[in-house]
Nanobody
């Protein structure tokens, strides 16, 4: 059974940074294109970053230049480095594969506020 465990969220002031982690168990992590997603109440979940099995990356326009997605296949872990955070980045952040085929984890709350 695949399990996704996200961590690293918190409360940060505008302009601050956070590093999110997602540990994937129950699947060969290195075989999957992986993404970070976020959701705010009342809105659909959206993908903010993607990393392929080969290490290519893709970002939502609003986070380009501020967020960096990376992966450590040896640790079955996905990361999201978030810099220059803005209030509009406030959301619950989740990880999943490209097709969101894995069961969602609990997510990690990111709140950007002064």
């Amino acid at each position: 059974q695949v399990q996704l465990v996200e961590s690293g969220g918190g409360l940060v002031q505008p302009g601050g940074s956070l590093r999110l982690s997602c540990v994937v168990s129950g699947r060969i992590f290195s075989f999957n294109n992986m993404g970070w997603y976020r959701q705010v109440p009342g809105k659909e979940r959206e993908r903010v970053a993607l990393i392929t099995t080969g290490g290519s990356t893709n970002y939502k326009d609003s986070v380009k230049g501020r967020f960096t997605i990376s992966r450590d296949n040896a640790k079955n872990t996905l990361y999201l480095q978030m810099n220059s955070l803005k209030p509009e980045d406030t959301a619950v952040y989740y990880c999943n594969d490209l097709y969101t085929s894995m069961s969602w984890g609990q997510g990690t709350q990111v709140t950007v506020s002064s």
